[in-house]
Each structure stands twice: as C-alpha cells, then as structure tokens.
C-alpha cells in the first residue's frame, strides 16, 4: 500500500509551525487566517472572535482590500450563516453559500461569495470563535474540511498560548506565580502533548517520506516549545525557595526534568554552604541545560548529576550512559554555548567529553 505523495500535507504542517511560531494573539490570528487561505487556494479567509453576547466581537481577515473594506463600512456581526456556525459550532461546506436557509445575504460593495467552508476554533473546552472560507475554484472539497479542521486546532492551542504569554507579561510583578504554572502545565502543555501525539500517529499513516520528515520536525518543535514551557514553570515556582536552599533546588529541578521518563536519576549534592545568587542561577542553568542534553539527546539509562563545592569552587558533573556525541562536529545548539559562557562568566570553565557510543560526561567549574 502506498500513499499519493500528500503536498497538502507538508502544507498544513508548515502552516501549523507558522501559526505557532508566532509571538502574540494578534499574530496568531492574522496567520492563522492566511495559512488556511493558503492550504485550501480560497480567495477569501477570516477569523471571527465569538464576543460575550453571542456575535462577533473581532473579525480578522484577507481578501479584502482596506479601500474596500471601507465602502462595505462595519465588520461581520455574525448574523446569517455565520450565525448558524455560532449558534452550533459544526463545520459548515457548502458550494453556494446563498442556497443555505439562513443565508442573509451580503451588504452593499460586499463581494458576492459563493463557495463557503467554516470551522469552528476551539480554546480548551469552548469555542473561541470560526475560521471561514470563501470562494475556492470547484468548491471546498472533504479534504479542504480535514485540513481546516486541523489548522483550526493547531489555532486553538497557539491562542490559549498566546492569551497565557499577554498574561504572564502583565502579571509578571504579581504574586500569583502558582495559579499560572498550573495554568500553563495542565492547559497548554496538555494541548500541546495531545497535539504531538495526533502527528506522530497521523505520521504513522504515511508512506510519502518529505511528510514524515516535515511532521518528524514540527513534532520535534513542539517537544521544544514543550520544554521552554516547563522550563518557565520551574521558573516561576522556584524564583523563591531556591536561595534558601540551593541543595533542593537541584534536586527538585532534575526530578522535573526526569519526571515521567524511564531513566535512573542519580543525584549526589554535597554542601553549598551560601552561594551568591548570581553564581546559583548560573550553577542551576547549566545543569538544568546538561541534563536536558542527556535526557532528550542521549536518552541514557543512567544520568547523574553531582555538585560540590570546595572553598571556592563549585563543581557540577552531569555524566549519562546514552547515544553520547562528537563534541567537534555535533551542531551546535545555544544550549553548549550557554553553559560555555555562563562558566567563564564566574572564571571557571566547562569540559564536555564524549563520543558515539559511549555517553558523555560534562564538567563544569564555577568560582564563587
Ligand atoms: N548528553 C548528550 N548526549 C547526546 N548528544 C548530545 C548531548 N549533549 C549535547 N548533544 C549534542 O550536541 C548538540 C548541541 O547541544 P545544544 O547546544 O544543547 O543544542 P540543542 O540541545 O538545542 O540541540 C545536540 O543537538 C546533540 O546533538
Ligand atoms: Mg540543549
């Protein structure tokens, strides 16, 4: 059995990496809408925010010039057809928008639109609003349907990303670091681990080898941006317990990082006595750095994680048993120079030592 090659495919999954590469909602809003006007070839795209009274609180769009946009003056209020696809969110394919029993028709200077196919895009359990369709050459096909349906989810997780990131900037200052970690660890996270599973097993379906390498990828990014996210978490939780007490501060990041992973995690912490704060968040960044190295690169059965310190001298060695690396050609990511620079940072310096086959071990000297 073999699987036309699927170029709508590899569509979609650069569409979906677009949509949730973008910064801010507004951003994600406005790619979301092109890339769906891209991936089916319709000539009009849009996205409605459903608002708190049942119609259209915003309306973004493309295939509408500025000029006229204003001769048709005020945005969709969400009446008509598009009030069907509120009232009961289903996807709605039909090749002549005016044959529908709520069709209202269109104001003056509207464009006359005939092909239709709108989806609704949901946030967690409710819907955010619909991604509508127009006028595609022979009609939205059930594939156009699939496609949609899919970017619309891929919408849905970047949007309740984004609203958490505007949140997070405006609460930054404020005392409830606690409610956003779980926030972002049960919503988003979850999102976007269900997401990364639907690829992999939509990968599993596919002979045409360009999809499964693109898919391969965009899961890849997502199990990055999956652990920037818990990353930030730990973040936001430990900010105060850390200088307190710096051992368990090690201890509850490599038991995050380990969480959930079939590895043996060895920890040995000696006495930190009191360490200048620059010289800890230094000291658990580049551990933090190594072992997610070790846990996603290596993939060991084994991983340690050692600190000591010594008058002034604080010593991390962070050592794995897995796939280990040619330090002199692997690419290099921001990751080695992170921990390169922090290192030097203090005086002190990092040693990696490595090879294909026989894990790494990575030392690094931080003076205090
Ligand atoms: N512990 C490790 N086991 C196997 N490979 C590793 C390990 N640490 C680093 N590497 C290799 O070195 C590369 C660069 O690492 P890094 O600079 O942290 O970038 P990134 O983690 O973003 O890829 C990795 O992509 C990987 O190929
Ligand atoms: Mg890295």
């Known amino acids: 059995m073999s699987t036309t090659p699927d170029l709508s495919l590899v569509g979609l999954v650069e569409a979906a990496a677009a ?3 973008q910064p ?3 951003a994600v809003l406005s790619t979301t809408v092109e890339m769906a006007r891209r991936t089916t070839g319709a000539r009009y795209a849009a996205l409605g925010v459903i608002g708190e009274h049942g119609g259209l609180s915003d309306f973004v769009y493309v295939g509408i010039d500025p000029e006229q946009a204003a001769r048709i003056g005020s945005l969709p209020a969400g009446k008509g057809v598009l009030g069907t696809l509120i009232r009961d969110p289903r996807p709605i394919r039909l090749d002549r928008v005016s044959d529908h029993p709520d069709s209202v028709g269109f104001p003056p200077h509207h464009p006359v639109m005939e092909t239709f196919l709108g989806v609704p895009v949901r946030v967690g359990n409710s819907v955010y609003g619909n991604l509508y369709l127009c006028d595609k050459e022979g009609g939205f096909t059930e594939e156009d349907e699939t ?3 899919a970017l619309a989810a891929i919408a849905g997780a970047a949007i309740s990303n984004a609203k958490l ?4 900037r405006r609460l930054a200052l404020v005392e409830d670091r606690e409610r ?8 988003v996270i979850q ?3 269900a997401l990364g599973l639907g690829l992999q097993a939509l990968a599993a379906t596919l002979d045409e080898p360009e999809a499964v390498a693109k898919l391969d990828q965009a899961v890849d990014r997502l199990d990055e941006v999956i652990a920037t996210l818990r990353n930030l978490i730990f973040d936001l939780r ?3 317990s850390t200088r307190a007490e710096p051992r368990g501060a090690f201890r509850r990041m490599a038991e995050r990082l380990a969480a959930g992973r079939d590895v043996d995690l060895q920890l040995s912490i000696g006495e930190l006595g009191e360490l200048p704060p620059d010289v800890l968040d230094d000291a658990l960044l580049i551990a933090r750095e190594a072992l997610s190295n070790a846990l996603r690169h290596g993939r060991p059965d084994t991983v340690t994680l050692q600190v000591d310190r010594r008058d002034s001298i604080l010593t991390l060695r962070i050592e794995d048993d897995g796939a280990g690396f040619d330090p002199s050609t692997a690419p290099r990511g921001m990751g080695l ?3 390169e620079e922090r290192a030097a940072r203090t005086g002190g310096e990092l040693r990696v030592e490595s090879s294909p086959g026989a894990g790494t071990r990575l030392l690094a000297l931080l003076r205090i």
């Not at 990131?165 to 997070?168: A, K």
């Not at 956003?180 to 919503?187: E, F, P, T």
């Open 238 to 240: 430990s900010l105060d």
């Open 19 to 21: 949509v949730a590469g």
């Open 165 to 168: 990131n505007e949140r997070l």
């Open 147 to 149: 496609q949609v349906l």
């Open 24 to 26: 801010d909602l507004r």
């Open 337 to 339: 120079a992170n921990m």
């Open 180 to 187: 956003i970690a779980r926030d972002i660890h049960d919503g």
């Open 191 to 193: 999102d976007l681990f």
